[in-house]
């Protein structure tokens, strides 16, 4: 038995199926179209900024109890997330990468694209398995073209999925991957985390080979990684392919909490990672600005989302 994912658009070619523990799994890469409608960069500038944030779908978001949601309350969720439109817009990225993107309800769909279209074009991907949520990507069209969008599907018991654009900014070829992997309830999740990204490492490789991009482009991945670096098998498949974090790469650490997890646990699980001959950070900082990265309840006061954001400039090397 093959498996069914493929690149669309290259050579009809098929890769052996991976099973993991007991379960199946299935890739695929689709790509939505040969050339898509962002405009070719406006605006001349050697830097352009990365934010990644979680901002917490209101399906998730917890009450008084495990069934009481703030989904259930337009005006709760709908409040919330115009804050989060407002300190989107005050960051003034160029790309911002969201996960938990509730996706099934049109209201808020339209509550973002209503205060965010003028500048940024929107891309998407729902999870699989019925899951209301799912990644967004938006793109400043004035000042990075997009060029492709790629759904990368895993079919597998998180029924998680990879948002990538093929971007270029300066005549440069970019790469980014927008993730969300599980979160390790069980045990058997630390394997399951490390096989998505595995796969995702796997079709990043895939689609440069069939473009004909390999060691000629940049690539970022970010999102909700759901582990601390700490002695995580994620984390250090990702140093071991040559990504650098940008966090790390300016602070000289990891930010210690980025997540108030549902269990009460403050971990550091939100990253930028980038693998470039061609760019590198020259600022990265952890939103809300001035918070404390060693504790959840500080000063701040922050309660749009169970994450904090990352927000990174990166500058091309010879400027």
Not at 104 to 117: D, G, I, P, R, V
Not at 302 to 312: C, E, N, P, V, Y
Request: net charge neutral.
């Amino acid at each position: 038995m093959r498996s069914s994912w493929a690149i669309a658009g290259c050579s009809n070619h098929f890769l052996p199926q991976h099973i993991i523990i007991f379960f199946d799994y299935q890739f695929l890469l689709v790509k939505q179209s040969n050339r898509m409608t962002s405009t070719s960069s406006t605006i001349k500038s050697n830097t352009f900024s990365v934010c990644t944030f979680n901002i917490l779908a209101p399906c998730y978001k917890r009450l008084s109890s495990e069934t009481d949601r703030e989904s259930a309350y337009d005006n709760l969720w709908q409040t919330r997330h115009s804050s989060i439109i407002k300190l989107l817009q005050s960051l003034e990225s160029n790309i911002i990468c969201l996960q938990e993107f509730w996706l099934k309800s049109s209201a808020f769909t339209q509550l973002y694209k209503s205060n965010l279209s003028s500048k940024y074009t929107f891309y998407t991907l729902q999870r699989t398995g019925s899951l209301d949520d799912g990644l967004a990507i938006l793109v400043d069209s004035n000042h990075i073209k997009v060029i492709d969008k790629c759904e990368l599907i895993l079919n597998d018991i998180g029924n998680r999925v990879g948002l990538l654009l093929h971007m270029e900014f300066n005549g440069n070829n970019l790469l980014l991957l927008n993730v969300h992997l599980t979160f390790p309830h069980h045990r058997f999740e630390l394997g399951v985390r490390l096989k998505q990204i595995e796969k995702f490492l796997e079709l990043i490789y895939d689609y440069q080979k069939s473009k004909n991009l390999l060691n000629q482009c940049s690539i970022i991945i970010c999102g909700d990684f759901n582990s601390s670096h700490y002695n995580d098998p994620v984390y250090q498949l990702i140093e071991k392919s040559q990504f650098l974090s940008s966090y790390r790469f300016i602070n000289g650490n990891e930010p210690h909490v980025t997540h108030l997890t549902h269990r009460k646990e403050q971990l550091g699980v939100d990253f930028i990672f980038y693998k470039s001959n061609i760019f590198q950070p020259i600022s990265s900082e952890l939103i809300p600005r001035g918070c404390n990265h060693l504790i959840w309840h500080d000063d701040s006061q922050w309660k749009l989302s169970d994450h904090r954001a990352i927000l990174t400039t990166f500058q091309s090397k010879d400027n």
